[in-house]
């Protein structure tokens, strides 16, 4: 019973470890994007996973279509630089970043890494 409890509590550790700086991460993103040039129509990110959701304000659809992908790509950059940053080994293939309009729900674009930055709304 003792062994097991001590192999449960060293596996639990790392993950929280990686649950903490997965949280520090989308902080600090958060926090870049909401002082920045973005801060507008930026309106929060979350991530469950390997999908991550960009959160917009309906500013977004006062947008240019090439402001809207410059953002989606400037915005994808930074969320994976981040995490190379913090030494996170991540396969960016097998993420799908969302942009959602906050108030409304709707996607209005999507990142992945086959076919990068697709704009809807």
Known sequence: MKNTLI?????????????VESQE?????DQIERK??????????????EKVTIKVTDKWTKLTGEKKKAFV???????????GARGFKEAKAMF???????????????WTGMTGAEIYK
């Open 25 to 29: 991460r989308l902080n600090s993103f």
């Open 96 to 110: 799908v970043v969302s942009f959602i309009n906050k108030k409304s729900g709707d996607t209005v674009a999507t």
């Open 36 to 49: 920045g040039v973005n801060a507008s129509y930026y309106a929060g990110v979350e991530q469950a996973g």
């Open 7 to 19: 192999v449960l509590m060293l596996c639990f550790i790392p993950t929280f470890a990686l649950a």
């Open 73 to 83: 790509n400037q915005a994808t950059s930074l969320f994976f630089g981040m995490g």
